[in-house]
């Protein structure tokens, strides 16, 4: 299993923090990129909604008239061909959003340990970030790097990819 | 005016020795007593887990924060006004220190928040025991009890400020800010005070409406 990019959006689609490990195509437009991904995932979010059946987590139940907003979305990840998503909510409306080579399993774990280990301890308690705006902090970043590293060392993920692209995925390895 | 930098700063310090205040909201449906009693589990070891930082440490960087606001502004409304507006900077942080660890199941209704600030939140951040009460039959409103107060622990209000200050009011501000991050806009107040001679603290929430997740709209046609 290999890790590509990452993605931390707030509530209002705004992307926070971007990160690339490893991408053998570049992007043309990074900011239409990350557009493109908040519509899907907002759509995603909303036909998980409509789709569910009504004793859904995200519906009300033996409650009384008013029940909750449209909380954190219940969708988890979607497998292609070539990579697979992974994402994560939060009832504050952060969107966690990893992309991986396919088969990686269910890793909602690993985005809410980037939750609570990097956004709240590196980005919320530092005094001198504004909430919404991106995360420039080194500190986020490397804090990021480590959750995922550490993922790496338990399943023996960043291995060189087969088909040629050793090299490539070997220096990034590295540079984590 | 120019106080606001300095607040700011302050109110995450208190924030990060987080053995400040309080709360937020997510909470479960109404499963009432056993669901009470296993939210003060939940509390009571998000408490244990967290790291503790020394009561009267609190509450003297507390005091000497009203101390000094009641120095710069004329009024004791006005102080109130203030602590409720660093409460609610705080809250806006807080609410995600608070989801990421206590490990409180989600929230389904507005009501049901109540008793997760109630027992997991007050006990995570205060170490007190709040307790819920007088909920509205249309679970828009709700009180939240507590007798302890760690922040009022060394305080006495002065005969001409017991009708007017909040010595508290922070708590309020942080519920507020916390749940609006979770869409709900609310108003909380102190209904009662220990410090004013009342019997317990009492909190009041109410919702004013609740917040929609609206689609970020495209520049493009």
Redesign the interface.
């Given at each position: 299993m290999q890790i590509y990019n990452f993605y931390l959006f707030n509530?209002?689609?705004n992307c926070l923090f971007y990160r690339e490990w490893q991408r053998s195509r570049a992007g043309t437009d990074s900011q239409q990129e990350q557009?493109n991904l908040?519509?899907l995932l907002?759509a995603i979010k909303?036909l998980c909604v409509s789709v569910a059946p009504v004793n859904d987590?995200s519906?009300?139940?033996?409650?009384?008239?008013?029940?909750?907003?449209?909380?954190?979305s219940n969708f988890r990840n979607y497998t292609t061909a070539k990579y697979q998503l992974h994402y994560f909510e939060?009832?504050?409306?952060?969107r966690f959003v990893l992309t991986t080579s396919p088969n990686a399993g269910d890793l909602t774990r690993l985005l809410?340990r980037i939750?609570?280990e990097a956004?709240?301890e590196c980005a919320?308690?530092?005094?001198m970030y504004r909430?919404g705006s991106a995360i420039v902090s080194d500190t986020f970043r490397k804090r990021v790097d480590s959750v995922v590293r550490s993922l790496a060392v338990e399943t023996n993920v960043l291995r060189p990819a087969p088909d040629g692209q050793g090299g490539s995925a070997r220096s990034s390895t590295k540079s984590l | 005016m120019s106080e606001a930098p300095r607040e700011r700063l302050q109110a995450s310090q208190t924030e990060r020795n987080s053995s400040e205040k309080v709360p937020r909201p997510v909470a479960t449906s109404a499963g009432a007593a056993a669901n009470a009693a296993a939210l003060s589990k939940i509390g009571e070891q998000a408490f244990q887990r967290g790291e503790l930082v020394n009561s009267e440490l609190a509450a003297l960087t507390y005091g000497a924060l009203v101390r000094q606001l009641v120095l710069d502004y004329a009024h004791p409304q006005q102080v109130n006004e203030q602590l409720d507006r660093i409460g609610y900077n705080i809250g806006l942080r807080l609410v995600d220190d608070f989801l990421a660890r206590s490990a409180a199941p989600p929230c389904r209704s507005f009501a049901a928040s109540a008793e997760i600030i109630a027992r997991v939140a007050f006990r995570m951040y205060l170490g007190v025991n709040a307790k819920v009460a007088h909920i509205a039959s249309d679970g828009s409103e709700y009180s939240i009890l507590f007798d302890s107060n760690p922040l009022a622990e060394f305080a006495e209000l002065p005969e001409p400020m017991k009708g007017s200050l909040w010595y508290s009011n922070v708590i309020c501000g942080v519920i507020r800010g916390a749940l609006e991050m979770v869409q709900y806009s609310v108003q909380a107040r102190f209904e009662r005070d220990i410090l004013r001679g009342d019997d317990c603290n009492e909190i009041r929430v109410s919702l004013v409406r609740e917040l929609e997740e609206r689609v970020p709209t495209d520049n493009e046609i």
């Open positions: 509530r209002h689609g557009q908040v519509g907002f909303q987590d519906l009300p139940r033996g409650t009384r008239a008013r029940h909750m907003p449209l909380g954190p939060s009832s504050t409306g952060l809410q939750y609570k956004y709240v919320v308690r530092n005094p909430l | -």
